[in-house]
Structure formats: structure tokens, C-alpha cells
């Protein structure tokens, strides 16, 4: 539990350690790389240069060992662009407030927009393995929430309404450019679960049943932190597995499929913030 105060200071010195390291006044776009999505990188900014996150101030340690984690720097059409590559997880033990810290970072960096990228399971049967999904609406079911980490005084910035889940507009362009990139593109919900287990049968056409099209271990926490920080955000699912097939999902399947899927994604990624005003 922390005041938000306390967690907006964090979060500014934070963002002015990397804007002074990047040579920045202030980001335009921030992005946050899903698992198995680093290929992405390469496409957005092939020249981009990487800061450890373990030397930004206030950032959460990683708990799961061999994971590449840093930041990385650019310029992209104009626009100033970061991504993280590593993400922070709720089946690491954290707490979502601190899985949310990148958004706050992104808040404080001056970010115009927060661009989220996932992994995902399909639960809506029309989605195939190597398709994308716009995340238009979430469905909390990780059983905590970060604002209930967030200690404030003000009931406007505790009871925060959450529609849209995310950006319409800019996640209509998106779209756009990742079918230019060749990727079958489909929206939908999102549901976001603690992990690390995959799901049971059983839980599957529970969730499905209310109406989640896709499913994964992160992202609710950042969607959340960007709400209390008025960042306008969007997320894109990779569909990695599709959750109602006989085969058991596992861990390098998601991977291997992300990997494939992530040089496109990348590409659309990189097209769209040229394209920003
Ligand atoms: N379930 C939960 N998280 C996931 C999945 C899944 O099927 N695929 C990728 N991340």
C-alpha cells in the first residue's frame, strides 16, 4: 500500500533518470513488449539504444531469472519512442500496483499514448493461432485490483470509471496498420487472469461464457494504472493458442508463436507512430 503521491514521486524520478540518460524532454509513445514479443523491438527501433531496468530508480526486480530486461530508446518519425521489454507479473508475487508502475512511468515520461502488446490465448473460437486481437474492453480477474494499492484522499481518483477500456480512435489506426502488415485483425475482450497456471476446461467456457474473447496473464494491472493517469492506452493480443483445441498449451508454443508474429507487429507499430500527428 502505498500514497499516490508517493507512488507519482517514484514514478517522476523514475522518468527523469531515463529522460535525462536518452537525451529527451519528454516521450511521445510509450510501449510495453509482451512475452515473447521482443522481435518487436528490431522493427519499431532497429537503432534504438538500451538501458538495464535494473539501473531505473523505483523499478520493480525481476524475480524470474534469465529474463532480458531494459528499456529501450528512439526516435520514430519524430516521435520519441520507449519500450520496455520485460514485464513486471502478478505470478511473480507482485502486487498489481507495481505490475502498473510502467504506466505511471510512462504518465510521468510525458507519454501522449501507451501502447500495450500481449500474448494471449483465444477463447473466441473464430481467432486462429498467429492472429491479433484489439483489446476494446478487459475483464479483471486477476482477484486484486491496483488501485486498492493506491492510497489517496480524493474519491474521484479512487472510484475511477474505466470506459472505454481503451483508446477507440487510436485503436482503430492501429488496426489498420497491422493488417497492412499482413496480420488477420479482430477485436474483443480481453480477460486477464494471476497465472501462472494455464486454465482448466472447465474455467475456459466459464470465461467464454461471459463473454471473453482472449485471454493472458498481464496487461489489467498497466490498462488499470493508465485509467488513474488519464494515459490514453491500447492493447493488441497476439493469439498464441487457441484455448478450445485438444492439445495442452505450453510455454514455448506461446513463445515460438510470438516470436513469429512479432517482426509484423513490430512493423505496424513503427507505421503507426510515423503516422501520428
Ligand atoms: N492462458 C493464459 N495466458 C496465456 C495463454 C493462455 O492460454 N496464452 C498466452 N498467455
Not at 3 to 22: I, P
Not at 73 to 90: E, F, N, P, Q, S
Request: charge should be negative; glycine fraction near 10%; hydrophobic fraction near 40%.
Amino acid at each position: 500500500m502505498q500514497h499516490r503521491t508517493d507512488y507519482w514521486e517514484k514514478a517522476q524520478q523514475a522518468a527523469n533518470f531515463l529522460l535525462e540518460h536518452a537525451g529527451m524532454e519528454a516521450v511521445s509513445q510509450f510501449v510495453q513488449c509482451g512475452s515473447g514479443l521482443h522481435s518487436l523491438i528490431e522493427a519499431v527501433l532497429p537503432d534504438g539504444k538500451r538501458i538495464p531496468m535494473e539501473d531505473i530508480p523505483h523499478f520493480p526486480p525481476s524475480r524470474v531469472p534469465g529474463h532480458g530486461r531494459e528499456l529501450i530508446h528512439g526516435t520514430v518519425g519524430g516521435h520519441k519512442v520507449m519500450i520496455l521489454a520485460g514485464r513486471i507479473h502478478l505470478y511473480e508475487g507482485h502486487d498489481p500496483l507495481t505490475a502498473g508502475f510502467p504506466a505511471a512511468l510512462a504518465s510521468a515520461c510525458g507519454a501522449q499514448g501507451f501502447i500495450l502488446t500481449n500474448a494471449a490465448g483465444g477463447l473466441n473460437q473464430h481467432f486462429s493461432q498467429g492472429s491479433v486481437m484489439m483489446i476494446t474492453d478487459f475483464i479483471n480477474f486477476q482477484g486484486d485490483n491496483a488501485l486498492a494499492h493506491l492510497l489517496t484522499e480524493d474519491a474521484g481518483q479512487r472510484f475511477i470509471d474505466p470506459k472505454p477500456a481503451t483508446d477507440p480512435r487510436v485503436s482503430t489506426a492501429l488496426a489498420r496498420q497491422l493488417q497492412r502488415a499482413g496480420l488477420s485483425v479482430n477485436q474483443g475482450t480481453y480477460i486477464g487472469v494471476r497465472g501462472p497456471i494455464y486454465e482448466t476446461r472447465a474455467e475456459l467456457a466459464m470465461m467464454r461464457s461471459w463473454g471473453a474473447d482472449a485471454i493472458g496473464m498481464s496487461t489489467i494491472p498497466e490498462l488499470t494504472v493508465c485509467h488513474a493517469f488519464g494515459l490514453p492506452a491500447v492493447g493488441v493480443s497476439v493469439i498464441t493458442n487457441e484455448c478450445f483445441k485438444e492439445a495442452p498449451v505450453s510455454h514455448t508454443e506461446v513463445v515460438d508463436i510470438g516470436a513469429q508474429v512479432s517482426p509484423r507487429l513490430g512493423q505496424a507499430i513503427r507505421r503507426h507512430i510515423e503516422e501520428l500527428p
